[in-house]
């Protein structure tokens, strides 16, 4: 039986000043906030760690290891890792490529979603030198730091992830031309690893994940694609959206997936374009026509 890990994931926000306050909409950098200091540490730090193994534990619980800094790599893998290696093998979790691509060390860390790879360990310090690592929050847990995805991908799929040219694309030699304008409303989507950090962060998504909401990693995928100019399915792709009310309206702009995403995307954004573009579709109260529905003006 899968259990489910919950965090309360911090929203803690920064206000930036604008030079127009008065225009309505997305503002750049109206949502963000500093990383945490890092502290100047170099002892033995201890790192509190969600444990669950299923097949022998009859509930989670956590795990302290103490791991000396001065003997390991400056992030939150490293010593992940050197735990692993050196004090517990049973310990289990997700890395691939260590360099921020792959997405596959996604976890909670210090109460903020992110990835192991990148987060340094001492911006993960509280005030008892301690890092705490918890899996991504409110998805099933297979085994300690491992969440199942199974769900995740599913949404994934259904959005039809990929290129739908046309016939007569398909058909002809030629490459499809895009212009540099065209190419440039893919900045700041196509980046996107799937990681889950900003769904799981997502309130919305944590009640309704598995229902009906797509949350925001993969409605800022399915922007991706209506937005692409090579691409002749925009109408087939916002019926798939529409199928269900709560697909993308249980969305409340609450921004959690734009603050804490690893690459620096905005899902937030990406979603209320989806919103304009469904309204400019259907012609929403006979006023939605014009509506613009471009990612970078």
Not at 86 to 113: A, V
Not at 186 to 199: N, R, V
């Amino acid at each position: 039986m899968l259990t489910s890990v919950a965090l309360r994931t911090s929203t803690r926000r920064t206000t930036v000043c604008v030079n127009k306050p008065q225009q309505r909409g997305f503002i750049e950098g109206f949502w963000s906030s500093d990383k945490a200091p890092a502290k100047d540490f170099s002892g033995v730090a201890n790192f509190k760690i969600y444990r669950y193994n299923r097949e022998k534990d009859a509930k989670p619980y956590t795990q302290v290891y103490p791991v000396d800094l001065k003997n390991c790599g400056p992030m939150v893998l490293d010593a992940l890792i050197k735990i692993k290696s050196d004090i517990d093998p049973t310990l289990t979790f997700r890395r691939s490529c260590r360099e921020g691509i792959c997405g596959s060390c996604s976890m909670n860390i210090s109460g903020t979603n992110g990835l192991a790879c990148l987060r340094p360990i001492k911006e993960s310090l509280d005030e008892t030198n301690t890092v705490n690592i918890y899996p991504l929050p409110h998805m099933p847990v297979i085994r300690d730091l491992v969440p199942d995805l199974n769900n995740f991908y599913d949404q994934h799929k259904s959005i039809r992830p990929w290129l739908e040219p046309g016939a007569e694309a398909e058909a002809s030699p030629k490459e499809t031309y895009q212009s540099p304008a065209d190419r440039k409303q893919l900045d700041g989507l196509y980046e996107c690893i799937l990681c889950a950090c900003c769904s799981t962060s997502c309130p919305s998504y944590w009640w309704a994940g598995d229902k009906d909401y797509l949350g925001p990693a993969i409605l800022l995928q399915a922007y991706r694609w209506l937005i692409d100019s090579r691409d002749k399915s925009q109408s087939e792709r916002l019926k798939v959206l529409t199928q269900k009310e709560g697909q993308v309206y249980k969305c409340h702009t609450i921004l959690n997936c734009t603050r804490v995403c690893p690459k620096g995307l905005n899902p937030g954004k990406a979603i209320q374009r989806v919103k304009a573009a469904i309204a400019k579709d259907v012609n929403m109260f006979g006023i939605s026509k014009n509506l613009d529905t471009s990612f970078h003006k």
